[in-house]
């Protein structure tokens, strides 16, 4: 008894030198993770530009940029809720990929294409209620069960293409078509629709993840399990629930990708955006071990990532500098999320 | 004193885990009003008891009867929709969480959309605080749980069990790792509880503690009910202790020593 009154004590006066800390500091408590990731960007950024300023200083070198990023910060922001519920999900690159190709077959048969869009996201997520059923009622750990469904699914789309690209070059200029590719001209940037949906689609994942009650019990089950079991949350319905949320990503992302490459779909579609995905989410500052994570953190990373290729190169470094770029950002950005706070148990 | 009327009633519990039978049969009934001491020894199912009563656990054999219904399927959320409100003895906490999205864990307050109404809970959360003395000007409801000391992670357990009003707030070890005086709020707060006319099931280790504060026994032993009676039928604490003791050692407790139920009226 006599041992705990002294670490009780100490605790306290912990306490007490937090309650002195100024505004600043308790906002960057609230957000450091956010905050880490939005500085990583510009040090990219940065870093790129100071060493060819006139390139990066032109907005019209962003245009590919910003046709490019839009899928990476969908899977990225879903990816999140995997992450914080203390799950992790290897199987969305077969899910974009399986995606795009039935979204295509809907095309080829005549279906408009914001209709199949709309199928394509359903049946993602419904490939995604797989997953979950498998990982969740088959307790099987999600690393394992989501290695094993990625080849299968990739596997199963691999036979039913023979290898064989899809093409619709009908659909091109289609009204869904345009929805998803138009450009809209801002000072010399040509910004696409498909930009602009990631952004809505990012502020629809924040405002699920901080402020509504899937969310918040995605964040509690990843934070403990069990507490929140014995209070009553069903956790297997929350699992479930990030992995169909997953896959509805994954099926948007696949829609996506067919359509930026001018309504063609490749058996491989999807598979690039695998290390890419989960290295955004962590370089954005969501932590491992789950419980907390960041909806905007994810959106920089998913940015940070997707700039390290092509700045690289415009930047004035051979291609084969890209992968090395990769590693340090990441490493450098992990110890910097060290400072925004390590573990609280 | 006057029969209580039966408020949750358990009839022969059976729960396995395996092959390994932690609760054999039994029946415990919570009365509306009083402060039910839970007593057993170490691996008795105690536990495994109080796990029930919250609904972590759904009985493999026996019946629950919440206010004279059966409950089934029996889960935590059935539980506290029954009015059962648990403080578990790991205190079941989010520690990278603030005070509030601890409190409204598993009943957060929302709108039609699911979404939060961030500011009401913060200002339950503040009142809930103050009514069991659990204030401070280092933290406030958004503060994050692993920051807190043992006893004021206790308050967030204790806040949110009296949030909703539970008639049954059942407090598993909940002075285990607490300082005296930290001890003595849980007290006063059981009191508290029992003034307002709810009930409490209480579990404890120290036999003086539960002796102090209950006001009906109830004693397990290897997951069966040893013995049970009020606070009148025994001469003091030291009786219980050594019906406990002799229980221990032979495995049965001689309760014709205690006195005949009194049934006073008021």
């Known amino acids: 008894m006599a041992e705990t009154t002294t670490a009780e004590t100490t605790a306290t006066s912990a306490i007490d030198k937090r309650g002195d800390q100024s505004a600043w500091i308790l906002f960057y408590r609230r957000n450091g993770r956010a905050l880490n990731a939005f500085i990583t960007f510009l040090l990219v950024w940065g870093f790129f530009a100071f060493n060819n300023p006139t390139l990066f200083l032109i907005p019209g070198y962003y245009n590919a940029f910003l046709f490019s990023v839009p899928a990476t910060i969908i899977i990225t922001t879903a990816l999140v809720f995997v992450i914080v519920s203390g799950e992790i999900d290897l199987a969305f690159p077969s899910v974009m990929g399986a995606g795009g190709g039935l979204f295509m077959y809907m095309v080829l048969y005549g279906v408009p294409v914001l209709v199949a869009a709309a199928i394509t996201m359903a049946l993602g997520a419904a490939i995604g209620f797989g997953i979950g059923a498998v990982v969740v009622w088959g307790k099987i750990s999600s690393l394992v069960a989501t290695l094993g469904l990625n080849f299968f699914i990739v596997g199963l789309v691999n036979l039913l293409a023979q290898g064989r690209n899809i093409e619709a070059r009908d659909a091109v200029g289609s009204f869904g078509y345009r929805f998803f590719t138009s450009r809209w001209d801002v000072f010399g940037l040509q910004v696409p629709n498909h930009f602009i949906i990631a952004i809505v689609w990012t502020i629809f994942c924040y405002v699920l993840f901080t402020y509504h009650k899937f969310g918040v019990r995605v964040q509690l089950t ?6 929140a079991r014995q209070m009553g949350i069903n956790i297997d319905r929350v699992r ?7 896959g509805l990503a994954a099926g948007l992302c696949g829609v996506i990708l067919v359509q930026t490459a001018n309504m063609v779909w490749f058996p491989t579609s999807g598979k690039a955006y695998l290390l890419i995905a989960l290295a955004a989410v962590f370089v954005g500052g969501t932590p491992v071990w789950g419980g907390v994570g960041t909806i905007w953190g994810a959106f920089f990373g998913a940015l940070t990532i997707t700039l390290i290729p092509s700045g690289a190169v415009g930047a004035g470094f051979a291609g084969f500098w890209t992968d090395f770029m990769f590693g340090l950002v990441i490493i450098l950005s992990m110890i910097a999320h060290r400072f925004s706070g390590a573990r609280v148990r | 004193m006057t029969a ?10 059976v729960k396995r885990f395996g092959s390994v039978e932690a609760l054999s049969g039994v029946s415990m009934t919570v009365r509306k009003g009083e402060v039910l001491g839970l007593l057993g020894d170490n691996g008795a199912g105690k536990s495994t008891l109080v796990k029930t009563l919250a609904g972590v656990h759904d009985p493999d054999q026996g019946d629950i009867i919440v206010r004279g219904q059966k409950v089934s399927p029996w889960t935590p959320m059935a539980a506290r929709d029954a009015g059962i409100e648990t403080v578990f003895q790991d205190r079941a906490l989010a520690p990278q969480h603030s005070i509030v999205t601890n409190i409204f864990m598993g009943r957060e307050i929302t709108n039609g ?20 003395g659990f204030t401070s000007k280092v933290f406030n409801p958004e503060s994050t749980v692993g920051h807190l000391s043992g006893g004021e992670r206790q308050g967030v357990a204790i806040a949110r069990a009296l949030y909703n009003k539970a008639d049954v707030i059942v407090l598993d070890e909940p002075t285990t790792a607490l300082s005296l005086t930290e001890t003595q709020k849980v007290f006063r707060f059981v009191e508290a509880v029992k003034d307002s006319g709810r009930t409490v099931v209480f579990i404890g280790h120290n036999i003086y503690h539960v002796w102090d504060i209950a006001d009906r026994f109830f004693v397990i032993d290897r997951g069966r009910t040893a013995f049970e009676g009020e606070k009148a039928q025994f001469t003091g604490a030291d009786h219980l202790i050594q019906l406990m003791h002799q229980l ?7 309760t014709t020593s205690l006195r005949p139920v009194v049934d006073a009226v008021a």
């Open chain 2, 248 to 254: 221990a050692e032979t495995g049965k407790a001689d």
């Open chain 2, 4 to 13: 209580k009327q039966p408020i949750v009633e358990m009839r022969n519990i």
């Open chain 1, 240 to 246: 479930i629930g990030v992995f169909v949320f997953s």
């Open chain 2, 113 to 132: 959309l699911g979404l939060l109404k961030v500011q009401e809970q913060i200002d339950e959360a503040n009142r809930l605080m103050r009514e069991i």
């Open chain 1, 222 to 227: 990843g934070d403990n399990p069990e507490s």
